[in-house]
C-alpha cells in the first residue's frame, strides 16, 4: 500500500527502516522526519505523517512483543512516539497557517 504519493513510499518501506532503527536501538524515539532522511526523502506535503506514525507506532509495538518486552514497558513508549507526533504535527499545522495568512498579506498588499 502506497502511504506517501508525493515520494511513491509503500508501507513496508516505512517498516523496513523502522525495523533498521529499532534493531540499533529498541528504545530511540522514531519520527517520520527520522524515517524520510533514512530514505533519502523529504516530507512535501507531509499529509501523510499522521500514516507514517501509526506505522511506527504499530511497528515498534510488535517488534517489542516480538521481543516479549513486558507490556508496561510498551506503554510509555508508545506514548513517547504519540506525544513526539503530536508535538510535530502542532507545528506543521501552525506553518500551514502562517504561510495561508502570509498569502492572503500578500494578496491584499500586492
Known sequence: MIVCSCNFLSEKDIEEVVLGFLNEDEWQLISPGMVYHA?????????????????????????????????????????????????????????????QQNRELNLRQG
Open 39 to 99: 530514505l533519502k526523502k523529504r516530507g512535501r506535503c507531509c499529509n501523510c505523517f499522521p500514516d507514517v506514525v501509526n506505522i511506527i507506532v504499530s511497528t515498534s509495538e510488535v517488534f517489542h512483543q516480538s521481543l516479549k518486552t513486558p507490556e508496561q514497558d510498551i506503554g510509555p513508549y508508545v506514548g513517547r512516539i504519540r506525544d513526539e507526533h503530536l508535538r510535530c504535527e502542532t507545528v506543521r499545522r501552525m506553518t500551514a497557517i502562517a504561510r
